[in-house]
């Protein structure tokens, strides 16, 4: 199978990309994988597979390879006399910005380019946790209380303290803060303010369970990956979660209950449904008082929740065999044709 992987992008979680880029090429051995690397810059690199290492990015080696350019269909390389067309299935594997907020989408879109990954409405709904709070309400799932602050405006909160003060579009725990009173909310709020002008406020709830449960549509139906419960301290930081990127080893499911399963497929199904199709997303679940809470969407997931599938090389495969349709529209111009005969030109 042909697959190219898109990486990199101008993000928080740039190098988060890179590492969870750098363990798909040995996950997906045996495709024929190409890699393209987006510099911060919004340049497009072909980075030859042998250089798939971390410092080709951190020494700007990958400036001496390959640019690319898109035009219809392809990703194409400019040679001195001719070009070459890279044409492939794209994993879209850049998390957070650019990535995650639809702007790739998008531009593949546009060029009609086919991809794994979430689509721009889809994306709308993940990248902002407010909107994610907005589509939960409306298909009935449960979250947690929050509120929202504005760098604008300073209001007071009112949720009881214990907090956690969340950028409102970012991941990886980037800019993330539990706050246990009053005194600590200032220092708090200008950590997420310089992620995100914007920040969600919800209550800490400690030693809560959680569980994450991952997923993807073929042909109409679900396929689900195990149920993990990640193991964690206080709260999964940026550094834990950075080297939870690299994860390749599959892991066992978690122990709980048939009915408990179900309920987390079914609020998985209703998040999925008529909005992700093409993707395979994670979403990370709170269980309290034996009732589902949604915590987050992750529409493009580190090293893309491969550790959480038996059979990881044929959910991709698969998937990329089902991608939606896009229907291009024809034009004829017949309208204007009509307007120049009615006028005599």
Request: with cysteine; aromatic share 12%.
């Amino acid at each position: 199978m042909k697959l190219m992987i898109l990486f990199g992008g101008a993000s928080f979680e740039h190098e988060i990309s890179i590492v969870s880029a750098i363990t798909l090429k040995d996950k997906l051995e045996g495709f024929d994988l190409s890699f393209v690397f987006c510099d911060v810059d919004h340049r497009f690199y072909l980075i030859d597979a042998s250089k798939m290492k971390a410092k080709t990015f951190s020494l700007g080696e990958f400036k001496k390879m390959p640019e690319l350019h898109l035009e219809n269909a392809a990703f194409i390389q400019k040679t001195m006399f001719s070009s070459v067309k890279h044409r492939s299935t794209v994993l879209n594997l850049i998390h957070g910005a650019d990535g995650e907020d639809g702007t790739i989408s998008s531009l593949l879109d546009f060029f009609s380019i086919r991809y794994i990954g979430p689509r721009i409405d889809a994306s709308v709904f993940s990248y902002d946790k407010r909107y994610t709070k907005y589509l939960c309400n409306a298909k009935n799932i449960k979250t947690l209380d929050y509120e929202i602050l504005s760098q604008s405006e300073h209001n007071n909160i009112s949720i009881p303290y214990p907090v956690i003060i969340k950028p409102a579009s970012l991941g990886s725990s980037i800019g993330v803060s539990i706050v246990k009173d009053e005194s600590e909310l200032d220092y708090a709020l200008d950590v997420a303010f310089e992620f995100d002008k914007n920040v969600l406020i919800e209550p800490f709830i400690n030693a809560v369970k959680e569980y994450n449960l991952a997923g993807f549509m073929l042909n109409g139906k679900i396929h689900f990956s195990i149920v993990e419960e990640p193991q964690k301290e206080e709260f999964l930081d940026f550094e834990k979660k950075y080297m939870d990127f690299s994860r390749s080893q599959s892991i066992s499911g978690a122990d709980i209950s048939v009915a408990l399963e179900a309920k987390l497929k079914s609020s998985f199904e209703r998040i999925y449904t008529n909005l992700f199709e093409g993707a395979l997303i994670r979403c990370d679940f709170f269980v309290i008082n034996d009732e589902v809470y949604l915590n987050e969407i992750n529409p493009i997931p580190g090293a893309m929740a491969n550790y959480l599938f038996d059979d990881f090389k044929n959910a991709i495969e698969s998937l990329s065999n089902s991608l939606p349709q896009t229907k291009r529209i024809k034009v004829n111009y017949d309208y204007i044709h009509s307007i120049n005969q009615a006028k005599g030109k």
